[in-house]
């Protein structure tokens, strides 16, 4: 049994790993200017990995549940991060982003049903910042330190940080997204609105309209096409097949307005929020190694390890080893002076006690039980 | 068809089993059985019912139980202390150092078969045995060879009172192997204290006046006649407190702080980080705990040097 939840543990660690190197090849390919075919799998395994993880956390709630300790699980187990780390982004982002590459994949097709769901997929691109809760499972899942409090401690101060740092973040693009904070974004629709409005001005023939949106795109390289609304496309910056192959739904700027649609590449757009996306990325991957292998150490070497050397040395009989103290340990630490005391006092007392045959046998009695059991 | 087993070898195999679990596997023989016996003192009749359900003794006399698993405990533990004896007399002691003590004279081929059956008295005698165990687990470890070249490189103090003090003129090996003589026939010094009543206390380590040890000295020199008077003599002294008695001899208070350190050594010990290591440690209670255990603080002190300078 343990055997199994072992090599189950070992999956998921692997599906962890698998998740943030699939959180950066996404925003990679953003930036790189994928191929829209490479980038559709980016976005069916995204789905696949939230998926993974909603049934991970979905089990570990029915066992917790089932064992009546679903509080301990959620809070003590830090089950909250499994959360929302699963269902959210399933449901906001990987799900909407599928559902629109099967909605209308190209700007000409499945148009419909595709718009509403454009919209969507820019109102929960915030969710994705979410994903970055992920290391904090993958911490979670290393042993890094032999002491259980060092372990503690450091995965609650790694916790607590991620957590600070990924709700800011999405607090901001909230804020953003609501035009409380103005960014990039809304200099972009600002722009383009004015440039939509121009194009469908009332009263243009066809010809002057297309006329128009031609002097329009010479001015504003974001617009892509504007078309009647019948589908007679009067202008394109590019061939059909370029469309295909270079966009994603999420990355067009749409307007129809007096009959007049008008489509604007927002390409930019999700290039700077995959830069945005990389450098916080890369900020919680650093602050967590920093935590995993700057303070860690420290930890261990000024707390944990000191206070593990004077449990052993209370507990057993025959452990009496001191505590190792820095030379240049600074003199008010509270946990080398206590080292210093038992090293100076308790240590020497326990030594004159055993020298006076008080001391207790190395043996235990559970150990010896068991062994008389045995037969 | 099955064989049951009778009482005595069910007490035998509770016994060998019992020695042989991993917090008593790497001791010697003597701290094993002085750890087992303490165990039983101590929980021995929590364990009765189960161990009477195996047949050893009944629910209601503990007593007898306790003596008959006490004497299956010395059985054993005597078997194992013949094999460590005969490694420690047979391979560790080496009497390079005879001629320095015997005028020139080089050690006659019956020394070790003397040694031997002190050895085999001492661990006879209750008092004696305890203090055997301390000393045995000492001369089959390496802490002289580790020490004593080190020390004499050095020349500081402990150089200095062996071979300027007590004017002994010899080489760090020669040294060593005089103090693992020295170690081995010590617990000699308690085979004229009768056993008391309560063997709970450690008699093994109680202070012997110098008159009885002067008293001791012809009869086990006797004992060990090819040894020259002055190791038994140095070996006896090595019992008494620094620095209270006059004069100790520097060797006698070597051979004092190894047994001592023998009697502490835990070779499965696995030192934790954050932990220093065991001779440091040792040493540094040791040295805080000088005066009461009868031991010279400045030798301790150098010792706990080297060992923090070697990282033992």
């Given amino acids: 049994m343990k055997r199994i939840a072992d090599i189950l543990e070992s999956i998921v660690v692997g599906v962890i790993l698998a998740a943030l190197v699939h959180t950066f090849l996404e925003d990679c390919s953003i930036l790189a200017g994928w191929t829209v075919a490479a980038r559709r799998w980016i976005i069916w395994a995204g789905l696949g990995i939230d998926i993974f993880f909603t049934i991970e956390f979905l089990t570990r709630l029915y066992v917790a549940l089932t064992r009546g300790e679903a509080a301990d699980y959620i809070f003590r187990q830090r089950g909250w991060i499994d959360f929302l780390a699963s269902v959210p982004l399933l449901v906001f982002n990987s799900l909407p982003g599928v559902l629109a590459l099967l909605a209308g994949a190209g700007l000409a097709t499945g148009m419909g049903s595709f718009l509403n769901v454009l919209k969507v997929i820019k109102a929960v691109r915030i969710a994705r910042i979410l994903r970055l809760l992920r290391v904090v499972k993958l911490f979670r899942s290393i042993r890094y330190a032999r002491s259980p409090l060092a372990q503690r401690h450091v995965a609650a101060i790694t916790t607590i940080s991620v957590t600070v740092l990924v709700v800011t973040v999405l607090a901001g693009s909230l804020l953003a997204n609501l035009g409380v904070l103005p960014g990039l974004e809304a200099s972009f629709q600002d722009a383009q609105t004015a440039r939509a409005r121009a194009v469908s001005a009332p009263g243009l023939d066809a010809a002057a309209r297309a006329q128009l949106a031609r002097q329009t795109g010479g001015l504003d390289a974001s617009l892509l096409v504007v078309r009647q609304a019948g589908g007679k496309v009067l202008w394109t910056r590019h061939d059909q097949s370029y469309y295909e192959n270079h966009f994603i739904p999420g990355e067009y700027g749409y307007y129809n307005l007096n009959g007049v649609e008008t489509f604007f590449d927002e390409r930019p757009i999700a290039r700077a929020a995959a830069r945005e996306g990389i450098v916080f990325f890369v900020a919680i991957l650093l602050s967590v190694l920093a935590y995993l292998f700057l303070y860690s150490p420290r930890f261990a070497l000024g707390i944990s390890d000191p206070l593990h050397v004077m449990r052993r040395g209370m507990k057993e009989s025959g452990y009496n080893l001191e505590v190792k103290i820095p030379a240049r340990s600074p003199e008010d630490d509270d946990v080398f002076e206590l080292a210093r005391l038992y090293n100076s006092v308790f240590l020497p007392l326990k030594d004159r006690e055993s020298d006076a045959g008080e001391q207790a046998p190395a043996l235990a009695l559970d150990d010896v039980r068991s062994l008389v059991e045995k037969g | ?74 059985t054993y533990a005597d078997k194992l202390l013949e094999a460590e004896l005969a490694r420690a007399v047979d391979r560790r002691i080496s009497l390079a150092f005879y001629p320095v003590l015997a005028g020139g004279r080089q050690a006659p081929p019956n020394v070790r078969e003397e040694l031997a059956a002190l050895c085999r008295k001492i661990s006879a005698h209750p008092v004696a045995r305890r203090a055997l165990s301390g000393s045995l687990a000492a001369v089959l470890s390496d802490l002289t060879d580790k020490y004593i070249p080190p020390a004499w490189e050095s ?63 012809p009869g086990l020199s006797a004992q060990v006649a090819s040894l020259p008077a002055a190791v038994v003599r140095l070996a006896l002294r090595s019992v008494l407190p620094f620095p209270a008695a006059d004069n100790l001899e520097a060797t006698s208070r070597l051979a004092a702080i190894f047994t001592h350190r023998g009697r502490s050594l835990a070779p499965s010990l696995v030192v934790d980080r954050g932990a220093d290591t065991p001779d440091k440690s040792w040493f540094n209670v040791a040295r805080r705990n000088a005066r009461w255990h009868g031991l010279d603080p400045r030798m301790l002190d150098e010792l706990y040097t080297i060992a923090a300078e070697h990282g033992w």
């Fill in chain 2, 1 to 74: 068809m099955s064989k049951v087993d009778s009482p005595s070898e069910t007490t035998a195999r509770f016994v060998a089993r019992m020695f042989e679990m991993p917090a008593l596997r790497s001791l010697p023989a003597l701290q094993r059985e002085e750890q087992a016996l303490q165990f039983l003192r101590a929980n021995g009749q929590q364990l009765q019912p189960l161990l009477a359900s195996m047949g050893l003794g009944t629910a209601s006399d503990w007593r007898a139980t306790a003596d008959v698993l006490s004497r299956e405990m010395k």
């Fill in chain 2, 155 to 217: 020349r500081k103090y402990i150089h200095g009172e062996v071979t300027r003090v007590q004017r002994l003129a010899l080489d760090s090996e020669q040294c060593s192997d005089l103090l693992r003589v020295l170690i081995l026939l010590r617990p000699a010094a308690y085979l004229q204290i009768a056993p008391g009543p309560e063997p709970t206390r450690d008699s093994g380590f109680t202070p012997v006046p110098e008159q009885a040890l002067q008293r001791a000295l």
